[in-house]
């Protein structure tokens, strides 16, 4: 017979197909995953994993293993997320997924405040360009650049997100007064590798550079803040990064949308609820940031 954590072990391996990443999951060694694993499958008297090329893939005794685990899992998190979203006390840990992006342009500038109103609140800012699981309680919240697309999550559009071209403020004064995007022909540029914004740039302006790229607008940010290469931002960043100015901001091109959401079940905890108001509210407040009017 083997019990909850064996099971959580099993589909550890399974997700990481592998030990080392099952151990770093389950902040355990690596030698106490290979002793556990040992243990089951003599428990057991079978194999549950083949080991292939370095890799772990399940047998068929592993797969049902996997699959009870999953009900498992489901069924655990499903009582806990129900439990916690019951919760009507303002105090406690409240942890928010969101981009980097964001979370240095926008909830750096309200998360202080909201600390004053709700004192008993500790907010844990999870900023990351992977976001994470709110069904698995990963997160409580997340911010997110785009609609969410799973069914059980209750979402909320609260911003629009407008794009600009910034540069150094030495930059700026050697360009002069820039009219349109053509007249930005043969500039070099800071390419963001982790999105379709540049397309637009591409698409817009016969001819330009790209010597340096990243996946981080805020990488990207500091980049044009200490070079003579030109940046393409999200306007709430690029308007408040002390050492970049506008080239052309709000550009005419597509716009963004920024999303709150949280699971269907915790949508009635108190400390969910009071920070999903408040983000609503502060984004409302930060309009003409979002939009490059500011």
Known sequence: MINWDDYRLILAIARARGLPGAANSLKVTLSTVFRRLERIEETLSTRLFDRMRGSYEPTDSGFELI??????????LSADRIIAGRDQQLTGLLRVTVTDALSVSFLSRHIPSFHVKHPGINVEILS?????????????????PRRPAEETLVAR???????????????????????????????????????????FIDKIIPTTHCPISSSSLTTNAELAAHSDLLVLLPCLMGSQWRSLSPVIAPLPGPVGE??????????????????FDYLVLAAEADKDRFEGTA
Not at 67 to 76: D, L, N, V
Not at 128 to 144: S, T
Not at 259 to 275: F, I, Q, S, Y
Request: hydrophobic content about 40%; glycine content about 6%.
């Open 258 to 275: 920024l999303w709150v959401a949280t699971h269907e079940d915790m949508r009635r905890n108190a400390r969910v609820k009071a920070l």
């Open 128 to 144: 990351d360009d992977h976001l994470l699981n709110l069904a698995g309680r990963e997160a409580d919240i997340a911010l997110r």
């Open 157 to 199: 559009r609260i911003a629009t997100i407008h794009w600009g071209i910034y540069a150094s403020h030495e930059t700026c004064k050697s360009l002069g007064k820039i009219q349109d995007l053509v007249s930005l022909d043969g500039q070099k540029f800071i390419s963001w590798s982790g999105g379709s914004a540049s397309i």
């Open 67 to 76: 699959r009870a685990a999953e009900r498992m899992e489901h069924e655990a």
